[in-house]
């Protein structure tokens, strides 16, 4: 049964820090996503990593299927990122097993 | 080109009543995935349909609970004689399939509560 776990589960910054998020999975997968949730707002799919890095915007992610580990990196962070970053991993099939979210507070 | 839809947005039902949630996918996506987010809890997979396919149901709770994707049309997922339980957040997802993995577009999602 894949594991999905997040940390911090909290994390409060003051604008301009950078942030960094980690997410650790228990079988291999065929990709990996970080999702984006505004309190009471939907869901936006942020990245899809199965190998390597990926940049958007102030926004990194890296994956290490080694290790089964990911981080989601926020450069130059602002109170708009305030938000829960959620990590899922996919395996060869449909599934995706969420991980319980990092709720993120960004101070100005 | 739109994205994937659900409405309501925000529904309020009493015990006992009938809760439907539609999911319209992106244009061209013929792979729908629905999932549930309980207060305080990640979210879960509930089921997984093709046009006119139930594909995998193994997240529904086994009563009161049913989903399909017509031909023609949304998919719905009903619950009926809701309790206050069901109260979460029901999101629904489209795909594309890929050859290599399943990115999936989540909808907004569908806040339910039950009185």
């Known amino acids: 049964k894949n594991e999905v776990e997040q940390s911090p589960q909290n994390l409060t910054a003051q604008e301009g820090e950078f942030i960094t998020i980690n997410c650790s999975y228990s079988v291999g997968i065929s990709a990996l996503h970080w999702l984006q949730q505004h309190p009471g707002g939907g869901i936006v799919s942020l990245f899809m990593l199965s190998s390597g890095k990926k940049k958007h915007g102030r926004l990194i992610a890296t994956i290490n299927i080694q290790e089964k580990h990911s981080s989601l990196h926020i450069t130059a962070s602002h109170p708009r990122d305030s938000a829960v970053y959620i990590c899922?991993?996919?395996?060869?099939?449909?599934?995706?097993?969420f991980g319980k979210g990092t709720l993120l507070t960004v101070n100005p | 080109n739109a994205g994937v839809m659900q409405n309501p947005r925000h529904l309020v039902r009493r015990r006992g009543q009938e809760a439907r949630l539609r999911c319209s996918p992106m244009?061209?996506?013929?792979?729908v995935y629905w999932y549930r987010q309980l207060p305080e809890e990640g979210l879960k997979f509930m089921v997984y349909?093709?046009?006119?396919?139930?594909?995998?149901e193994s997240g529904m709770p086994k009563e009161r609970f049913s989903a399909e994707f017509p031909k023609e049309g949304p998919s719905i997922l009903r619950i009926q004689q809701v309790v206050r339980g069901d109260s979460a957040a029901y999101f629904c997802a489209s795909s594309l399939v890929k050859w290599i993995s399943y990115e999936q577009y989540f909808g907004p999602g569908t806040r339910l509560t039950v009185t």
């Open positions: 349909l093709q046009k006119e396919n139930i594909i995998d």
């Open positions: 899922a991993s996919g395996g060869s099939n449909y599934k995706l097993t």
């Open positions: 244009k061209g996506h013929s792979h």
